[in-house]
């Protein structure tokens, strides 16, 4: 028999296993989240010794996924697989009792679990709108080398690694560094990125994964000056592009792309990752460098046995009825 449960912290999740969710899925970084001050519901669903959880916070029309700009999906976390789907479809159902509205994103799929968290509530009762909401752009290795990976970009990439890789002296390292750290901030208040959202937890989050030895930063000098710096991480084969910044001054340097293929060549020769992450977005950028290009989703699940619910149900109806007019 399944038991559901709810809890105000994380805690409830220490010692929950997820070594294939990624730096998204897993206890630590919710727990960031919660110490920067938001304010978790995490729900547990347990029968026997499965356990699974979804961790949600309050939003501005009922509950909706953990999360925020950092991340980029949001899932479940489980010690038995997504296709057991007694535990989930026990949640979906229990959290009628919460809220009459649940939204959830950004969720990927190529991995089953927008179909399995769609599942699971349109099983409860719940009426379930599903949407792309972002994009995902990744680099599959396929046992490539990074020479023979660098042979497929674009002439032009390629030109310019040719003529520029000499121009910066490039510096990458695996621990947290503190005076590393504060160079890259520097480097990202400079650049055209806008202002950090959350500077203080990315640190910590870049502190953790260094502590766990995941981290890959590097930076591009220039005559004894910083000119660019970017922040990854390496977890089960996946390498993930969290940051990166320029100083616009340099940027006829290139150094962000002396540092992105720097970067490339040692997750790829060095630490065989299977996969490089570019995050969500559709930026024209990530394609010189990523070869496909993955759907993020959202969940709008509303439950139609309460009037709550009713005045967003109708507003979707409407918009699907006149869908056809308009494109008439």
Not at 299 to 319: G, I, T, V, Y
Request: aromatic share 10%; proline share 5%; glycine share 8%.
């Amino acid at each position: 028999m399944v038991a559901v449960s709810y809890h105000g912290t994380v805690n409830v999740l220490q010692g929950t296993i997820a070594p294939e969710a990624g730096p998204f899925g897993q206890y630590e970084w919710f727990a960031l989240l919660e110490d920067a001050g938001m304010r978790p519901l995490v729900v547990v669903a347990q029968d026997g010794q499965k356990t699974a959880a979804m961790v949600l916070a309050q939003g501005h029309s009922g509950l909706e996924a953990m999360g925020n700009w950092y991340n980029f999906t949001w899932q479940p976390i489980s010690n038995s697989p997504l296709s057991d789907a007694n535990l989930l479809r026990a949640i979906a159902h229990d959290l009628k009792s919460r809220t009459h509205h649940i939204m959830l994103a950004p969720l990927a799929d190529e991995d089953g679990t927008a179909s399995a968290m769609e599942q699971a509530f349109r099983t409860s009762g719940w009426h379930v709108r599903r949407v792309q909401c972002d994009h995902n752009q990744v680099l599959p290795v396929k046992g490539r080398s990074f020479a023979q990976y660098r042979s497929t970009l674009p002439g032009p990439m390629r030109t310019v690694l040719k003529r520029k890789s000499g121009k910066v002296e490039v510096r990458i390292i695996t621990q947290f560094d503190a005076d590393i750290w504060q160079t890259y901030a520097s480097i990202y208040e400079r650049s055209w990125k806008p202002q950090e959202g959350a500077p203080d937890l990315l640190r910590r989050f870049a502190e953790t994964q260094g502590h766990g030895g995941k981290l890959r930063m590097a930076i591009a000098m220039r005559d004894g000056i910083a000119v660019a710096a970017q922040f990854w991480t390496v977890e089960n084969k996946v390498a993930y592009i969290h940051k990166l910044a320029h100083l616009p001054e340099f940027q006829s340097l290139s150094a962000g792309s002396i540092l992105t293929a720097a970067l490339l060549e040692y997750v790829i020769d060095t630490d065989a990752v299977e996969l490089v992450d570019f995050g969500t977005g559709n930026d024209a950028y990530k394609a010189d460098w990523m070869e496909l290009v993955r759907p993020r989703y959202r969940l709008e699940c509303s439950d139609p046995h309460q009037m709550k619910a009713w005045p967003r149900l109708l507003r979707q109806f409407a918009s699907r009825v006149a869908r056809p007019f308009g494109r008439s």
